[in-house]
């Protein structure tokens, strides 16, 4: 017995390995994975090089020289590929406008405009003092804004001097950032931020406060995440990622590898069916033994799929620290494997049911919606059990044999993970259901192959159940 | 009315087994909801002979069969084959051809005959040698790795039959193995079976085709809505049906022959007319009551063909079949 369920096993498996889709799916889903998680430090490589200059119209006549600092500090990080260039104007002995009036400033600002934009349209990359932008900093922005206005009382709308829809005094306490490229997002941080940085820094001073001492009490305010162990004093650093993507992830690989595998089962039945293979098969063998070996097949198939993509996942997320200890320890990852052949064996049972009553895909559709449903029940719970995980609905779904092994592998991964006698009533839950749905499976499976024509009705599955 | 054949009467209690007979249904029914396939058929079949299934569409012949191979279980009576109850032991010496034909479209042909002759509980080394073999026999050796999906049907059919053969069993059963194949390869099959003959092994083939019974089967049994109505060899039936049948070339009606004394049955052919007479009608009579009404160019009388005594027992309603031949008798 043993050695036919191996051959009809091996030949499934070999029929669906060989094929170029199998082989596709094997090698694209782990080279995704390890591009997307490779892909910063790749467009970080392959990315843009070269000067971006910015010249910086300071009316403060106090800013631009911080500002070019904080630019030479960030320039001088090794991994930086794009220098920005800062080249300062010096306003006041230009145009005398920097403490002028708002009118005064409007028309300064404006030439500024103008003149600066000429210079970054015109002319190529090679040409040193082509722009890529320009910074226009106005007169006032070093003071301190007045104490907040109640929010029901808006500020006066002062007069639109130049039309822009800012009015001279708020463009007047305003930083103007013009560049070639608004999407270009890291520059636009890197210059606004040093602008930022620069306007705090000497507010701050003009206020007498001790600048280092701000930035110190700054520095302390981050939020160190740990996640309490089960021994005294077991404490584990954690991530947003770790607690919540890669739990998600390990129940979406262990679906993927069931419904694969099911999938194949059903296609493989259902041509076997429809190509008369199958009266030959048990001819040969028993219809429980072909049934026993087309499960293990296909199994094997979606068990080499999910290695593959467990792999390439676990190392992806290994390497962007993702994985918290003891996330995947050997206990874990026991459990995942007999989840997914309990879990496999309770919907491949379904499948093989609906692949021998059917002659094509088409007429399997109808069969399939129901087992649709009972996937998407614990799909459409996760998030709620992400969040309340010891609830009643928790643990009901944890015990319920269709969304059990999805739960299960989810609360184990979690923090805290489920308590293991809930995960054994889970794994008894899967396994009763496993073996009932292959006892009646099977019997459906053994009558239902031969059966020709339309699909059954349900009353007629009903009679071979009770009949076979 | 009697049915066309004596049926053996059913021994209820389990019949000797002996080694001269390779198969043996004894009172077996096998009922589909309230559709009965096989309704209490009684049937032994010779080892080393080459036994025709004959019949209607939905008479039961493949139910028959599957029962033999084990697919279906009897719902009453027992099947015995090479001598123990019909079982997974027994289907593994058997050799079957279903009538439905299947290949894995995408497997290569000796993959396919090598997967089949293993499920049959054969090794790779003893299946190798002879898979060539086969091949060759067949002219499929240069097509041995190519996919079946891209052999003909003809072709494919005979990759079908090789893997039917291929773990050398003792019995053969071959359902409909003539359909679909054109006449050089339909020849090559016809010399086959009679190697295996020559081997002493049992072949039994269910067929529409009344000349390749005639031509290769020992004995015939035949099946119509479930029930045995003929079962012999071929020397008994043309025995029990000594009916003539004679040929009537001419211008003339269908009416002209109907009346005339002896004729059972009239059958019109284009150009020809084919009349049953009963068992030592007079034929003088019969040529005279036609010349009264027909203007005759030929007028043959011949033994009924295998033929003959199928349309006579299917006919269009196998109660009106029976119920002709005992008539007839």
């Known amino acids: 017995m043993v050695r036919n369920v191996l051959l009809v096993a091996w030949r499934d498996f070999l029929a669906v390995v060989r094929t170029k889709g199998f082989l596709i799916g094997l090698v694209f889903m782990p080279t995704v994975i390890a591009v997307s998680s490779q892909l910063p430090k790749l467009f970080k490589r392959f990315g843009e090089e070269g000067v971006r200059r910015f010249a910086v119209v300071d009316f403060t006549g106090q800013l631009a020289g911080p500002i070019e600092q904080r630019i030479a500090v960030r320039n001088a990080e090794t991994d930086r590929k794009v220098i920005i260039a800062i080249e300062r104007i010096d306003v006041a002995a230009m145009d005398g406008a920097a403490a002028g009036d708002g009118a005064a400033f409007a028309a300064a600002k404006e030439k500024w405009k103008a003149e600066l934009s000429k210079r970054a349209q015109g002319g190529d990359d090679s040409d040193p003092r082509r722009l890529y932008g320009f910074l226009l900093i106005g007169p006032r922005v070093l003071e301190l804004p007045v104490a907040a206005a109640p929010p029901a009382a808006p500020r006066k709308q002062e007069s639109d001097d130049d039309g822009d829809g800012v009015s001279s005094t708020d463009a007047a306490s305003s930083v103007t950032y013009c560049a070639r490229s608004l999407t270009a997002g890291d520059l636009r941080q ?23 001492l701000v930035r110190r009490a700054d520095s302390m305010a981050g939020i160190e995440e740990m996640v309490i162990g089960k021994k005294p004093g077991d404490l584990s650093k954690a991530s947003g990622p770790s607690e919540a993507v890669v739990p998600m992830v390990a129940v979406f690989l262990l679906l993927m590898g069931v419904m694969q595998s099911a999938g194949m089962l059903l296609n493989s039945t259902i041509e076997e069916k429809g190509n008369r293979v199958v009266e030959v098969l048990v001819s040969s063998i028993r219809p429980f033994e072909l049934l026993a070996g087309k499960i293990f097949g296909a199994w094997l198939t979606g068990l080499v799929l999910l290695l593959a993509w467990g792999a390439a996942g676990y ?4 390497s962007v620290q993702w ?12 459990w995942f494997a007999y989840f997914f052949l309990f879990g496999y064996l309770l919907f491949a049972s379904l499948y093989a049911a609906v692949g021998a009553m059917c002659t094509s895909i088409q007429d399997a559709q109808s069969f399939m919606f129901p087992i649709v449903i009972l996937i998407m029940i614990p799909m459409m719970s996760l998030g709620f059990v992400m969040n ?46 496993a073996w009932f749905l292959m006892w009646a499976g099977g019997k459906v499976f053994r009558i239902a192959i031969f059966s020709t024509g339309k699909p059954p009705r349900l009353g007629e599955i009903w009679r071979w159940l009770r009949e076979a | 009315m009697q049915p066309a054949i004596e049926r053996v009467p059913a021994a209820r209690a389990p019949a000797a087994r002996s080694p001269d007979r390779v198969v043996h249904h004894d009172g077996v029914t096998k009922t589909f909801g309230k559709h009965v396939a096989v ?35 009897a719902d009453r009576g ?10 997974q032991r027994t289907a593994r010496r058997i050799g079957y051809l279903p009538e439905e034909r299947g290949l894995y479209p995408k497997m290569r042909v000796r993959d396919v005959v090598l997967y089949f002759g293993r499920l049959k509980g054969r090794t790779r080394a003893e299946l190798a040698p002879r898979i060539d073999a086969w091949l060759e026999k067949f002219g499929l050796t240069p097509w041995r790795l190519k996919k079946c999906q891209e052999l003909s049907k003809g072709m494919q059919q005979k990759v079908q039959f090789i893997a039917t053969v291929i773990h050398q069993p003792e019995l053969v059963i071959l359902d409909e193995p003539f359909s679909g194949l054109d006449p050089v390869n339909t020849e090559v099959l016809i010399g086959v079976i009679e190697e295996l003959k020559r081997e002493g092994k049992t072949v039994i083939f269910s067929t529409h085709v009344m000349e390749h019974a005639e031509k290769l089967c020992d004995a015939v049994f035949m099946i119509c809505k479930g029930k045995k109505v003929l079962d012999g060899t ?21 009416a ?14 284009p150009g020809r007319f084919e009349l049953t007479v009963e068992r030592g009608a007079d034929v003088q009579n019969i040529l005279t009551h036609a010349l009264a009404r027909f203007r005759v160019r030929r007028f043959e009388v011949r033994a009924p063909r295998l033929h003959d005594i199928f349309l006579k027992l299917a006919g269009d309603d196998a109660g009106a079949a029976a119920t002709i031949t005992a008539k007839g008798e």
């Open chain 2, 39 to 73: 309704d209490d058929l009684t049937l032994t079949i010779p080892r080393g002979s080459v036994y025709g299934f004959i019949g209607p569409n939905g008479a039961g012949k493949t139910s028959t069969i599957r029962m033999i191979m084990h697919i279906h279980l």
């Open chain 2, 256 to 269: 002209a022959f109907e009346g005339a004394p002896g004729v059972t049955a009239v059958r019109e052919h």
């Open chain 2, 234 to 254: 071929l020397e008994e039936i043309r025995a029990r049906f000594r009916d003539d049948v004679i040929e009537v070339e001419g211008d003339g009606e269908r």
């Open chain 1, 190 to 212: 890197v210059v606004s931020g040093a602008v930022r940085d620069a306007v705090r820094t000497r507010r701050m001073e003009a206020a007498g406060l001790d600048v280092d």
């Open chain 2, 78 to 87: 027992s099947v015995e084959v090479l001598g123990e109850p019909a079982g």
């Open chain 1, 388 to 433: 309340q995980p010891d609830s009643l609905v928790a643990r009901v779904l944890t015990w319920f044999p269709f969304s059990a092994p999805f739960i299960a592998i989810l609360r184990l991964t979690l923090s805290p993970p489920a308590p293991q006698w809930q995960i054994a009533v889970a794994a008894v839950s899967v396994a009763i259901g």
């Open chain 1, 315 to 318: 190392f992806a997320a290994d």
């Open chain 1, 323 to 334: 994985i918290r200890p003891g996330m995947f320890s050997g206990a874990n990852v026991a």
